[in-house]
């Protein structure tokens, strides 16, 4: 019964001749490996407990078939399997010059005796996934076809869909071959991976880096890590369907496959980057229906469809593994950790159909007596209808007389498809005046917005931009669906060392401006008419808007207070009894005499030291209050920065990050270049569907429960999780652990309900439900793991970390647990191999990439180059993503423009993050959900460059090309318009287009996001990152 992931076989953790080793920035490895939690006590590695090899159980949980009866579509590419698209590169590059030979300490054990060397270098191949015996499946992609669930309360029995061609010969398995017959992979490759082609010209090849430094721990830290340079390949050649790919013995002495001998000869075979896992994948238009138990979703990557039927959609709920361990034990050995990230408000496409919202009048939802959970899917119904059992808790309750109905000959409620909350995974109910603070119901919220109008802001044009894109901005405030106008009220306020309020009442003729200039007790002089409806107002505010830039236009004030303007918008929603935004416009550090006054602490010389974590910690005291006084209030706080130098965006992003807002920042603002960049990110803001004063608590069947939660948020005991507002991009991570053993048969159960005020003022609670399987055989639990969801919590985790420990020491725990995590996979799971073979999990076998990239983000990489506060915005803006933004981020598109299609509506495939995959004559798109570029080769077509910038050749582009593309009428103009158009309106977030031509200076910008080469601030390549978790999953086996 054993199971055998992703292969690849080079000779990983053996040190070769004429290599140097990693450089000490991840640290040697600690003696015993630390895991789980940051600074939990370590483990040693256990043997899997007796009896771990029962079969998987296969019960559908009980759910409910659709009316349409639709198995899970066979052919939606599920987590496991990321099938690549795109041709292998011809061997045509040169090869480059030798490396300097270097003395070095060997990181892994002793050297291997010299057989076991000459096997491994003959035995370098990258298998196929490789074989297994017919049971577990291999993949997770073929998981629904092998079992055909029992039928559940009279479910009609769902047969297998026919297999997809490429599962067949999934199915056809033999064990490997001896590692010293050159170990040919048969068979294809899971998911229609093409992977094999003509070896890479110039690949620096797996084993450690080149360079001569000590090989102290994984390659970290700011020292080049020298090694033949990539070449740009051509991308031509067809890609090959099987995985049939011998490599030739040990290269002659003094070479090594990667580089090329002292003397001339025959060009050496290298190691494809083709053949390593990728995360490229698209595929789409599939229909993803949520009514099995533990269903692992499609990848956030593919574009699906979802038909809820009695599991909350995976745009909701995304989990690290769809099968928990059943027992606390099963848990530690493998260090998968458990959690789900919940984006409680996601935006469903068009042809996804909305919550339903159920209203039961003045009684109100209907809860377990005991546990408190809301009625749902799960419940069962006993006693001919009469009571229900809840599968949270067990425990039976009476059902009220109003909502009394008989079953049918299966036990189900007759009324089953017409009530949401007994057949959906997701719903909303309209809450009754009990869960209303004070028993009343909450007023519509208010929106205000607060300028700061000092000397910086007036000169830079930001102040005139800002009120002349409200005037029109106003008109699109949010509304409820079928409302005429927006419930939300506005007001307006500015402020340099004091704080002007404004009176809009309808009224008046003219706006009427109050000054506060006592801000250590800060008060809203007004009541009436500083809070309006702006279609009652809107001849008054358009006045206001027109006399700021004015009134302030010869300022030169250029000192603000920062903490005093949030205090203000917290009083006036509370005079007003309602919750509600600010929105704030910002330029330097608040450094008047106020409360929340901050001085200049950036200082580069902590860097790399324990003492590193004080420059993500916020200051003290006030704003600490602060964000305690919002949340009470309900006072959700976005953040606009505009800054030229330093401004402690640690402590000025505090509220921010506990209140459920976000924080946007543009270095060195230019109206010109930046305006449009800026207002992108202010209209989408503004619109954003989001609920307000909002509490959130995640129920958990009996034997697990929610410990950690991560995200922009606020925690005032260990169970509520606190937000001002939520909006549709802002995700909750939430880590579980056992308190006792789950059960296979009934597998586990988790229920999100978030209370929240709408735009219209009424209380309202959304519910997410999800089912998972239990399973006491690891190899189940790693098939259904989802590494998007993983590298979103590691990332999370790891960035909290930070604050409380040396950033090297977090690193060191990230790459422990990977090799932890897939060295447990390879001792229990694997079919057994040489040990030379790098195995991964197949449902894993791309989260090496995710997390070597994750390593080299700027919270995590310890240089002196970066800014202090960009490093906090990252920190503090991952906190809160969604898996989909968090694998973005983590893992850029890279689109080749060059070849585009104009005559197709699809955006070309993406190919790998790295430079081997550009060409001097190619043009590429990079966007990572915050920035994009637009990369010119140097030997770019003059067609090209004629249709996209009426520019006769790359030295005719001036400085103004460099931020837009001119709107011209050729196809390909249109083309390239549209993708970049649609992806900005896709992100969260606006990008800022850069466009770079090869070899200018602002190409070391773009390089830092091709995440699969070395960091240009320290940091490995993936292939080389591969090379190092390999050597430490041996250690961890020997």
Sequence with gaps: MSQQGYVAAPPYSQAQPGIGGYQGGFGAPPAQPLYGHYGGPPQGFNAPPAGVMKS??????????????????????????????YA???????????????????????????????????????????????????????????????????????????????????????????????????????????????????????????????????????????????GGQSMTGPPMAGMNMPFPGPPPSGGFPGTSGGLAGPPQKKLDPDSIPSTVTRLGGHVFSTNMRGQVPPLVTTDFTVQDQGNASPRFIRCTTYSLPCTAE?????????????????????????????NHGETGPIRCN???????????????????????????????????????????????????????????????????????????????????VSYTNI????????????????????????????AIKVGFVTY????????????????????????????????????????????????????????????????????????AGVEAFKAAECSGKLFIFHSSMPTAEAPGKLKNRDDKKLVNTDKEKTLFQPQKGVYEQLSKDCVAQGCCVDLFLFPSQYLDLASMADVPSHTGGSVYKYNNFQVATDGEHFLRDLRKDLQKSLGFDAVMRVRTSTGFRATDFFGAIYMNNT?????????????????????????????????????????????????????????????????????DSLINFFAKSAYRAILNQPVKNVRDILVNQTAHMLACYRKNCASPSAASQLILPDSMKVFPVYMNSLMKTAPLVGSTELSTDDRAHQRLSVMAMGVEDSQLQLYPRLIPLHNVDVSREAVPDPVRCSEERLSDSGLFLLENGHSIFLWLGQASPPDLIQSLFNAPSLAHLQQEHMFTLPELDNPLSKKVRT?????????????????????????MLFRQFLVEDKGLHGGASYMDFLCYVHREIRQLLT
């Design 719 to 787: 169970t509520d999780v606190e937000m001002a507002a939520v909006d549709c991009d802002k995700a909750v991570t939430v880590e579980f652990k056992h308190d006792d053993t789950l059960s296979e048969e009934s597998g586990a159960f988790m229920q999100c309900a978030l209370l929240y005020t709408t735009i219209s003022g009424q209380r309202r609670l959304r519910i997410h439900n999800l089912s998972l399987n239990c399973t006491s055989q690891l190899s189940e639990l790693y098939k259904c793991c989802e590494t």
């Design 370 to 452: 005991r546990c408190k959970a809301y009625m749902c899917p799960y419940m069962q119904f006993i006693d001919g209808g009469r009571r229900y059992q809840c599968s949270f808790c067990n425990c039976v309750s009476e059902v009220p007389v109003f909502y009394f109905q008989h079953l049918d000959h299966m036990g189900r409620r007759v009324d089953f498809y017409e009530r949401p909350e007994l057949s959906q995974g997701s719903y909303e109910f309209v809450a009754t005046l009990d869960y209303c603070k004070n028993n009343k119901p909450p007023n519509p919220p208010a929106y205000i917005f607060m300028i700061d």
């Design 88 to 230: 292998s590169p011809s061997a045509a590059s040169p090869p480059y010059g030798q490396p300097s030979h270097s003395v070095y300490n060997n990181m892994a054990s002793p050297a291997p005796p010299t057989q076991q060397l000459a096997n491994q270098m003959s035995a370098m191949n990258l298998g196929s996934y490789g074989k297994s015996q017919p049971l577990p499946p291999t993949s997770s992609v073929a998981q629904q076809h092998f079992q055909t669930p029992a039928p559940a309360m009279g479910q009609p029995q769902m047969h297998p869909a026919p297999q997809a061609p490429h599962m067949a010969s999934q199915n056809q398995m033999s064990p490997p071959q001896s590692p010293l017959t050159n170990m040919l992979a048969s068979g294809q490759p899971m998911g229609g991976q093409s992977m094999a082609g003509p070896p890479m010209g110039g690949q620096s090849m797996a084993g450690p880096p080149m360079g001569g430094q000590s090989m102290a721990g994984p390659p970290m830290g700011g020292q080049s890590m020298a090694g033949p340079p990539m």
């Design 330 to 358: 099963l848990a530690k050995q493998c260090q998968v950790p458990l959690a789900s990230v919940i984006k409680p408000f996601a935006k469903l496409p068009k042809n996804e159909t909305p919550l339903y919202v159920v």
């Design 496 to 567: 340099n060392k004091v704080l002007h309020f404004y009176n809009v009442k309808s009224a008046l003729a003219q706006p009427q401006m109050m000054v506060v200039s006592d801000i250590a007790e800060m008060f809203v002089p007004l009541l009436d008419g500083f809070l309006v409806n702006y279609q009652d107002s809107r001849a008054v505010i358009y006045n206001l808007l027109d006399q700021i830039p004015d009134m302030f236009a010869d300022t030169n004030e250029s000192e603000t207070v920062f903490a005093p303007v949030i205090q």
């Design 56 to 85: 998987p159980p296969t019960s559908p949980a009980g759910m409910p078939p659709s009316p349409v009866s639709s198995q899970y579509n066979p052919s939606v590419q599920q987590n496991g399997a990321h099938p690549q698209r």
């Design 979 to 1003: 993708i970049i158009s649609e992806l900005l309106e896709k992100r969260p977030n606006s990008m800022k287009l850069q466009i770079v031509r090869q070899r200018d200076k602002l190409e």
């Design 459 to 486: 000169k830079s044009g930001l102040v005139k931009l800002v009120c002349d894109e409200l005037k029109s901005l106003l008109e699109k405030l949010p509304r409820e669906d079928g409302a005429e106008a927006s």
